[in-house]
């Protein structure tokens, strides 16, 4: 497996120290392929995974989500009435992972006609959302008007 050097990012970018470990956390799952999922966008900043989970009731099903990830588990109860001829439908045991962005939390999940659709909606605090920077005049007399007050150094010039 090659291995990717990162060096050019980290020379004009600041917080991106955990992407490596990121990359290569995706690279060694081993997926099964079991359910088979679907990760779709809504809406700006609104998510869907859908997982097809036929045989599978929402008693059988952990859905978990902490530490940017998300864990789907599934346990279907044996039912050992009756003998099959032919076995297609997977009812088989699974747990599987996502790695979730920061600010990503889980809004719902819903289990109907064999699909599982978990909601999900990035939600950035207040604080970090873009706002606008007044910018402000000084009248004659230094004070400012309509916006933020100067530094005295400034002021004085």
Sequence with gaps: MATLDFTPLYRSS?????LPTLLAHALQRDETGFPPYNIEKVAEDHYRITLAVAGFSSDDIEIVSGHSKLTVRGKAKETGSGTYLHRGIAGRAFE?????????????????????????????????????????TTASDGQAVDGPSRPAALQAA
């Design 14 to 18: 600041i917080g991106f120290d955990q």
């Design 96 to 136: 599987r992972q996502f790695d979730l962005a920061e600010y990503v939390e889980v809004t719902g999940a819903t289990l109907e006609n064999g699909l599982l659709e978990i909601a999900l909606k990035r939600e950035l605090p207040e604080a970090l959302k873009p706002r606008s920077i007044p910018i402000g």
